[in-house]
């Protein structure tokens, strides 16, 4: 069974910088996507970056494109979410996910495709 656990978040000012980590254990490997989401209060959960399980193949959402590297650290089953510039707007429980194997070429930023999930961690950006 796969555990993710993020970690990173807290309380950051406007333009400030955070890194977000999702680790993983029990069965591991290189076999799943990972997507980061979050979801701020009285909206609906958003994708905003993922990671494919082979090549490296990235993408981002628009409303993080420029502000956001998602990368994948294999030793330590980790993967982690580098933002920068943060806006009040970020402020939203983040949580990591991961897809089981698939055949697309390109991960994906739809929450409903993904099997495994964390508890979240709160990043609030304010003054």
């Known amino acids: 069974q796969l555990q993710l656990v993020e970690s990173g978040g807290g309380l950051v000012q406007p333009g400030g910088s955070l890194r977000l980590s999702c680790a993983a254990s029990?069965?591991?490997?290189?076999?799943?996507?990972i997507g980061w989401f979050r979801q701020a209060p009285g909206k609906e959960r958003e994708g905003i970056s993922c990671i494919r399980s082979h090549g490296g193949v990235t993408r981002y959402a628009d409303s993080v494109q420029g502000r956001a590297t998602i990368s994948r650290d294999s030793a330590l089953n980790t993967v982690y979410l580098q933002m920068t510039s943060l806006e009040p707007e970020d402020t939203a429980v983040y949580y990591c996910?991961?897809?089981?194997?698939?055949?697309?070429?390109?991960?994906?930023?739809?929450?409903?495709?993904?099997?495994?999930w964390g508890q979240g961690t709160q990043v609030i950006v304010s003054s």
């Open positions: 996910a991961a897809q089981k194997k698939h055949f697309s070429s390109r991960c994906v930023l739809q929450h409903g495709d993904y099997d495994f």
């Open positions: 029990g069965f591991t490997g290189n076999f799943y996507d």
